[in-house]
């Protein structure tokens, strides 16, 4: 079965991806998308996983499969409110940045 | 097998590169549009792994309704991207996260290709109690008979969220209308879409709903679907979005998981257990809730994807 595997490497590297981004892009709105992918890295894993115990007169293992559905529907909900706490920030403040503004360089706009 | 191998070969690389497009890309926009596409590569991976159900639900929010969440965004928080860039952390600090990243990622693929082959499996019993729910989609089954209580359950998260992204509207807005009023350009290609699209949407959204019992479909693809052609009609000028405050839009959003706790707490007399169906009418409960649980989601998804309220009820 190396095509699961394939699948399932991919996942995994998914997640690599993800956390890279999650540590090294500086844009908050970055941050979401790359947690997004981390989040449908581990989907992918969970689902090739599941793919292994495909059989009984059925195409995959249908309860993770259930789960993932639930999975990606919940980390929408999720990014939703990530995302408008982000903007109500950049209302408030008129910035998108998550470092403190003492520390940081003074805005370039 | 050999194709079929290059075919999951190429799919495998091309979402690695969109992955990585979507982190290294230098701007904001790239990198959304980019997990548009992802989103869409990556349903073509589910289907490849015979889970249809999970990729008709990956395509219609990861690639549609995230994508839009997140375009909407970044035209808003356009003027902080220079500071962004400003702040972009040095090599040696990316050369660290990097080296971090592929360690989490190598001891993943160590775990994965470790586990135990075929893995320990619910599928038997599922495909043995199948026939009593008078469905034939295994997937369907699970979500709304055999592991009701976790659907119910996300049905109320979902609300959640939505009541936390609405507890961020400023005081004076409150009770108001979400987003911004879309101006309607009847001339404009956006208005032509959402007076030809949304039919043909509700349409499909019903089949997919209906089919659902039977075939890969259900209440989450059908109720992205409607969001998707309600978010049409909205950011096409051609009505505009409803004030919170709304009876009817807060009746709407709790119906799904209302009727599904009404038929949940039936179950008690009927069927001896709470969300247990009386055994010769499991399947017209499951389509009931499922009709209602689309409304919501449908509801919801769109009104999440709008944001909080902003700006007062006449404006």
Known sequence: MSTLNLYGLCGAALVGLGLYGLLAVPHPLRKILAFNLVGSGVFLLFGVVAGRGAGYGLAGDPVPQALVITGIVVAFSATALAVALLLRLHEETGSASLSPPESGEPPTV | ?315
């Open chain 2, 1 to 315: 097998m050999t194709m079929a191998m290059l075919l999951d070969g190429c799919l495998v690389l091309l979402i690695l590169g969109i992955a990585a497009w979507t982190v290294l890309a230098r701007n904001t926009f790239p990198a959304v549009a980019g997990y548009a596409v992802y989103g869409l590569l990556l349903a073509l991976a589910w289907v490849r792994l015979a889970a249809i159900d999970a990729a008709l639900t990956e395509a219609a929010i990861g690639g549609g309704l995230t994508g839009v969440l997140l375009i909407r965004a970044t035209v808003r928080l356009r003027s902080t991207e220079a500071r962004a860039h400003a702040e972009r952390p040095g090599p040696l600090f990316r050369i660290f996260a990097a080296l971090l990243a592929a360690a989490c990622a190598g001891l993943l693929a160590v775990v994965f290709l470790g586990l135990p082959d075929p893995a320990p499996t619910l599928a038997p019993m599922v495909a043995e109690n199948l026939s009593v729910t008078g469905l034939g989609n295994a997937v369907t089954a699970v979500l709304l008979a055999f592991r009701a209580i976790d659907t119910l359950l996300e049905a109320v998260v979902l609300v959640f969220a939505l009541i936390a992204v609405w507890s961020l509207a400023p005081n004076r807005h409150w009770g108001g209308r979400p987003g911004p009023r879309y101006t309607l350009d009847p001339d404009a290609m956006l208005a032509y879409l959402g007076r030809l699209l949304p039919p043909l949407g509700i349409i499909v959204a019903i089949y997919v709903f209906w089919v659902g019992a039977d075939l890969p479909g259900g209440k989450f693809q059908a109720g992205t679907l409607l969001s998707a052609m309600w978010l049409l009609t909205i950011i096409a000028g051609l009505q505009d979005s409803p004030p919170v405050s709304r009876r009817w839009v807060r009746g709407l959003l709790v119906l799904g998981t209302v009727v599904f706790l009404a038929i949940g707490f039936a179950g008690w007399p009927l069927a001896g257990f709470f969300l247990a169906y009386p055994e010769d009418y499991a399947k017209p409960l499951i389509l009931l809730i499922e009709a209602a649980s689309m409304i919501s989601i449908a509801v919801t998804l769109g009104l999440l994807v709008l944001g909080p309220p902003a700006r007062s009820n006449d404006s």
